[in-house]
């Protein structure tokens, strides 16, 4: 298995919702990122999780909240999200946050549209 | 830290013509860069990679890059594009246990 899996692929939700992004890999990753990425824009690093501990936090607000329940899994819960909040959400993975021999993979993407 | 800066917002070009894209980054030390590519609706997909040894690295899909240290560049070509070459290219630095990408580049090739 060679992917990284997000689901759900698109999510609509309200201002005062409590929603969840999820990631899944299987490679035997250690390293696994959050990413956000705007229309027409590149993706911004979010979070860096290394061996299932928070090692980055890029300065994103609280309402974004990332977990990392094992090796395999990782979790984005929001809250409370602003329209602004509206972007393309990736999860992408690599051997080690030192190893990119094979630099990072990356999931598809949920789609989210805070109204 | 270090960044990487694309210069080319949108290339449109024909079927068959040669693509350039430039990168360049902003520091003389140790460093790591990649191509990434983003197809419409798809995940990014590595290109290609350079982290030291030959400055001509070869990439998946016909691409390649040089390394050009004196130029501070990193630049991708293709020596003749395809329709499905359509895309979004993005240069990217690892810099402090984390890759940064550039603005990217729009290629849109016309068959």
């Known amino acids: 298995d060679t992917e990284v899996t997000q689901t759900p692929k698109h999510l609509v939700m309200g201002m005062t919702n409590k929603k969840s992004l999820k990631c899944e890999q299987h490679?035997?990753?250690?390293?696994m990122y959050w990413y956000k990425q705007k229309a027409k824009k590149p993706p911004e690093l979010m979070f860096v999780?290394?061996?299932?501990?928070?090692?980055i936090n890029e300065s994103v607000p609280s309402r974004f909240s990332p977990e990392c329940p094992n090796s395999s899994l990782l979790n984005l819960h929001l809250h409370a999200l602003q329209p602004e909040d509206s972007a393309l959400y990736l999860c992408?993975?690599?051997?080690?946050?030192?190893?990119?021999?094979?630099?990072?993979?990356f999931g598809s993407g949920t789609r989210l549209t805070v109204v | 830290a270090q960044s990487v800066s694309q210069h080319n917002h949108h290339v449109i070009l024909s079927e068959a013509a040669s693509l350039e894209l430039g990168c360049n980054y902003s520091?003389?030390?140790?460093?790591?860069l990649f191509w990434y590519v983003q197809y419409p609706g798809q995940h990014l997909q590595l290109l290609l990679k350079?982290?030291?040894?030959?400055?001509l690295v070869k990439g998946i899909k016909g691409f390649e890059a040089e390394f050009i240290k004196s130029k501070f560049s990193f630049n991708l070509r293709k020596p003749s594009v395809q329709w499905s070459d359509t895309a979004e290219y993005f240069c990217?630095?690892?810099?402090?246990?984390?890759?940064?990408f550039g603005a990217g580049t729009t290629v849109t090739v016309r068959a």
């Open positions: 350079y982290f030291s040894g030959d400055p």
């Open positions: 490679m035997g990753h250690r390293a």
């Open positions: 990217a630095v690892f810099n402090d246990y984390k890759l940064s």
């Open positions: 992408a993975s690599s051997l080690s946050t030192t190893d990119l021999s094979y630099g990072y993979t």
């Open positions: 520091y003389g030390g140790t460093v790591n």
């Open positions: 999780y290394s061996y299932e501990k928070l090692s």
